[in-house]
């Protein structure tokens, strides 16, 4: 292996910062993960992961045993470091606007650490000419030049949450930098734990490259639910439409409909591109689709005065994921609560939801979030314990009725006999 570096990794205890920090300690790095929330920085150093991440135990344990990982809130561990990584979210505000303040505030508190020879790489998700900001941050409030006397480098994470640690050893690495110094030594330090290449572009290139990566996956979530409206119009099955249409073809790759397509990144990622372009409807559209499936799923319920008690099945933003953030069955809990219906939340992945008893008597049931813990529908049924409930699986996690419901709405009694339709 190429020589060990220390490296510090601001906000190394979330959710691309954690997993970022222990593929580095196991790549033999001495890492520090930097970040203002001491009780996940305890839980971690006590070797309890703050949330869910395949593989995270056993590379947490690693790194702990090596004494390769130290979690701390100290910023001064900078000028001890290398490699300084920054990963700290970018949110919007009310109005859609990007918000940097927190990032800068933080470039501008940490320049006082920075020395001659260091690496400073951007990691965060951040409106297209942060890194710009960045450079002209460091060299106002520090002696040095960019791409001289220390080095800059934009490189974003592309990982799917919960999977980081695999993900950022096996995809090809985007890294935007203003000269080719600078390149050349974020390109080495990569090349210490990524299987795949490196790839030079610009900082503008590399921010706009990440923001594209995640707005084709929610613009292709978007067309995906604008078909099942479509479909369900004509009284046709979404399922069976996008399944045969994808089947052998090599120019679809459609993902199926869900009402739940949210998350802290999807969610607010497409506003940071359309400042500057007169036409924007496709982004914006694509948030109101989606952003509009629960009220969709309410208005269904509304035809259905029968119903009083809803459960909720999944609060997380995706499967598998423990992470609430932007999860838009948070919004379809307060459209319900307008309605004053009965609400039931079951997440088998959070503390506070686990209870699953209280689904019984429930007059419907709505898949928020796909998780494999409520793939068993009977075992569902069983426990609302009568036929008259109401069942909504736009995702098609229930096979049994994937192609048989009317696009993911079906009774119990419906499923109990079969409910008739076509599938070849």
Known sequence: ??????????????????????????????????????????????????????????????????QKLFMTSDNSKIEESDIVIIVIGTPIDENMNPRISML???????????????????????????????????????????????????????????????????LPQLIGTFNGESYESAEEFFSTFLQDKCLGMTPIEAELGKLISNMTRYVNFALANEFYLIAESFGANIHTIIDACNYHYPRLNLPSPGPNVGGPCLYKDGWFLLERIPFNEMISTAFRINEGMPMQIVSKLEQLPQIKKVTILGMTFKAGSDDTRNSLSFKLKKQLERNDYELVLVDPLLEDYKDMEGVQGSDAVVLMTPHKEFSDLESIMDLVAHDECLYVDMWGLWEKMKYRSRNGYFFGKEARLGYPGVRQ
């Open 1 to 66: 292996m190429r020589t060990a570096k220390v490296v510090s990794v601001i906000g190394g205890a979330g959710h691309v910062g954690l997993p970022l920090c222990l593929v580095l300690a196991k790549a033999g790095h001495h890492v520090y993960g930097i970040d203002i929330n001491e009780t996940h920085n305890r839980l971690i150093m006590d070797g309890k992961l703050p949330f869910i991440e395949e593989e995270g135990r056993e590379y947490l344990k690693n790194a702990l045993e090596n």
């Open 104 to 170: 800068a505030q933080m470039v501008k508190e940490s320049s006082r650490f920075f020395k001659k020879g260091q690496l400073i790489i951007l990691r965060s998700t951040v409106f297209p000419g942060t890194t710009k900001l960045v450079r002209q941050l460091i060299e106002r409030n520090t002696s040095y030049l960019v791409g001289e006397d220390i080095f800059l480098a934009y490189a974003p994470e592309r990982v799917a949450e919960g999977r980081a640690i695999k993900e950022l050893q096996m």
